[in-house]
Nanobody, 115 residues
């Protein structure tokens, strides 16, 4: 069973930055488009960024220009650089394949933006 492990979250002030990491045990990782999702309290999980195996990225309108997704195929990892963070970015962040999440969800990493 594929495992997904997210890390890098934390508490940050508005305008601050964080870098999230995700490592997967999927042996054929390079074949998948990967994405970062987030779920805020009381809201549905949403896809905020994705990156193809050819390194083409796409972003939700709410994060475009502030977040950057990247991947390291040699290490089976993806990353999310988050800049200019806003309180509305507060959520539990997850990684998975995209746009359809085919693996079981990991535990996620909490991002809290607050002064």
């Amino acid at each position: 069973q594929v495992q997904l492990v997210e890390s890098g979250g934390g508490l940050v002030q508005p305008g601050g930055s964080l870098r999230l990491s995700c490592v997967t045990s999927e042996n054929q990782f390079t074949k998948y488009t990967m994405g970062w999702y987030r779920q805020a309290p009381g809201k549905q999980r949403e896809l905020v960024a994705r990156i193809t195996s050819s390194y083409i990225s796409n972003y939700a309108d709410s994060v475009r220009g502030r977040f950057t997704i990247s991947r390291d195929n040699a290490k089976n990892m993806i990353f999310l650089q988050m800049n200019s963070l806003k309180p509305e970015d507060t959520a539990l962040y997850y990684c998975n394949s995209a746009p359809a999440a085919v693996w079981s969800w990991g535990q996620g990493t909490q991002v809290t933006v607050s002064s």
